[in-house]
C-alpha cells in the first residue's frame, strides 16, 4: 500500500497525512507544528466534516 503526503510548500509543511488501512483510510491532520488530528474514515462514512478540517488546516499553516 502506498501512503500520500500533502504539503502546503517544499519547506516540508504538510498538512495531511493519507494511509490506507484494510477497510478504511486514516488521515492525519496537522494544523500545526504541535497539533495532529487523526480520523479514520470507513467506506460508507460522510466526508463533510473531514473536508472542513481538512480546509481548515491548510488554511491554518504558513
Given at each position: 500500500?502506498h ?9 516540508f ?12 483510510v486514516l488521515?492525519?491532520i496537522?494544523?500545526n507544528?504541535?497539533?495532529t488530528?487523526t ?10 466534516k473531514?473536508q ?7 488554511s491554518?499553516?504558513?
Amino acid at each position: 500500500m502506498h501512503r500520500v503526503v500533502f504539503c502546503k510548500s517544499f519547506a516540508f509543511r504538510w498538512f495531511v497525512d493519507v494511509e490506507p488501512q484494510n477497510d478504511s483510510v486514516l488521515l492525519k491532520i496537522q494544523k500545526n507544528r504541535k497539533e495532529t488530528q487523526t480520523v479514520q474514515l470507513g467506506l460508507d462514512q460522510d466526508l463533510d466534516k473531514t473536508q472542513a478540517l481538512i480546509r481548515e488546516a491548510y488554511s491554518s499553516i504558513h
